[in-house]
């Protein structure tokens, strides 16, 4: 019994909210995951039940059995996406339908009940309805929303759960990388990977990114803002980065990334940024990049520039790459004009600066 077809919220508005002043000063400069809205919703899952009572209820700490099955086994799976103010002052989410798709496919991988897609539609619309006042002003500002589904059993034993939590928290933020859109450097981590095929490479679960954790620790370690994976079989082509797709730009203004072949993630921002290149008719190759090939393409000019995406850091450039064996730099190490170019295409046609054509923009309010 799956439920939640036709869900109907029950609103319970948050009785002690923050202040107008409060807000407008936290808003001025929020940083990115720091500081959170009012409300959250909530769905519940019982086997045999469906999905039932979802709620819009004031952001509060959960009530958690220290037998919860999520704290044993970490059957967990979350999304992340970004609701923008509109030029005209309304407001609209960026692809929420791929969330929703990319979010049933996690729980598949993770065992766990599918959520309907309009029951998930419909729970964003619900939060960014009743928290619209915490969308941060200025153009690199948004509302990030986090849905996410645990175990919620109290039961140690190595099943699935029979119970689960659904939920959506919000976070108004300002850019993903301190500083703005500036190129970042990357550490080719030699001792760790991100996923091996078969795994949970394609999942968007916390257990990839706990696992990242000491790899990104290394990358700091060695003054770099961020780890990138290589293949867990042949440890030399380029998986992913440690929250980010990654794409290359050729002299010939072909885009190369790494193929989807279930140890890297189905990047939202990935797919756009391919749909983008295509109807500007570029050429795009998704095959396997190594790291030899990066590096000598960067030495002589064949690949001109590089970028990380995703839906935080939207389009990122990589300016340097290090590695046990050396450092090189891509292009003069700054934005390249084809990486510059598809970040605007993209984020004017997120904030409504664009025509759409690709049916992208799903208006709110």
Same mark, same amino acid.
């Given at each position: 019994?799956?439920?939640? %077809? ?11 909210? !923050? ?34 009572e979802p709620r819009v209820e004031a952001r509060a700490p959960i009530p958690m059995d220290p037998a919860s099955a999520v704290l044993h086994y970490a059957q967990e799976i979350f999304e992340g996406l970004k609701a923008y103010t509109l030029p005209d002052g309304g407001i609209a989410m960026f692809r929420p339908d791929a969330n929703a ?31 619209? %006042? ?23 034993? &190595? ?13 108004? &933020? ?6 703005? &859109? ?63 797709? &990654?794409?290359?730009?050729?002299? %010939? ?93 993209? !984020? ?18």
């Amino acid at each position: 019994m799956s439920g939640g %077809d036709n869900l109907e919220f029950e609103i319970r508005p948050n009785p002690a909210p !923050v202040s107008d002043a409060e807000r407008n000063t936290l808003l001025a400069n929020p940083g990115f995951g720091r500081i959170f809205t009012d409300h959250m919703v909530t769905i519940r899952y019982a086997d045999g039940k469906g999905w039932y009572e979802p709620r819009v209820e004031a952001r509060a700490p959960i009530p958690m059995d220290p037998a919860s099955a999520v704290l044993h086994y970490a059957q967990e799976i979350f999304e992340g996406l970004k609701a923008y103010t509109l030029p005209d002052g309304g407001i609209a989410m960026f692809r929420p339908d791929a969330n929703a798709n990319r979010f049933a496919q996690s729980a598949q991988r993770m065992a766990m009940p599918q959520l309907p897609g309009e029951t998930f539609l419909q729970s964003l619309r619900e939060i960014i309805t009743i928290d619209r %006042d915490w969308l941060p002003p200025g153009d690199e500002g948004s509302l990030y929303l986090r849905p996410f589904a645990y175990a919620s059993e109290v039961f140690l034993g &190595v099943r699935p759960s029979m119970e689960y939590l659904y939920l959506v928290i919000a976070s108004p &933020v300002g850019p993903y990388f301190s500083g703005g &859109v500036k190129p970042v450097s990357v550490w080719v981590t030699p001792d760790y990977t991100r996923a091996a095929p078969g795994g949970t490479g394609a999942a968007k679960c916390g257990g990839n990114y706990a696992a990242g954790l000491s790899a990104q620790a290394e990358a700091i370690e060695n003054g770099c803002d961020q780890v990138v994976y290589l293949d867990a079989v042949e440890r030399k082509y380029i998986d992913e980065l440690g929250g980010m797709n &990654v794409v290359f730009v050729l002299d %010939d203004g072909t885009l190369v990334t790494p193929p989807l072949t279930g140890t890297i993630l189905p990047g939202i921002t990935r797919d756009s940024i391919i749909k983008l290149a295509e109807r500007d008719g570029r050429k795009v190759e998704e095959r396997p990049v190594s790291l030899e090939e990066w590096r000598s393409g960067a030495t002589s000019g064949r690949i001109r520039e590089a970028f990380a995406c995703g839906t935080a850091a939207v389009i990122t450039p990589i300016g340097a790459v290090k590695s046990a064996d050396g450092e090189f730099v891509v292009a003069d190490g700054g934005t390249g004009s084809v990486t510059t170019s598809l970040r605007k295409q993209l !984020v004017d046609i997120q904030r409504g600066r664009a025509s759409d054509p690709f049916g992208w923009v799903h208006r709110v309010l």
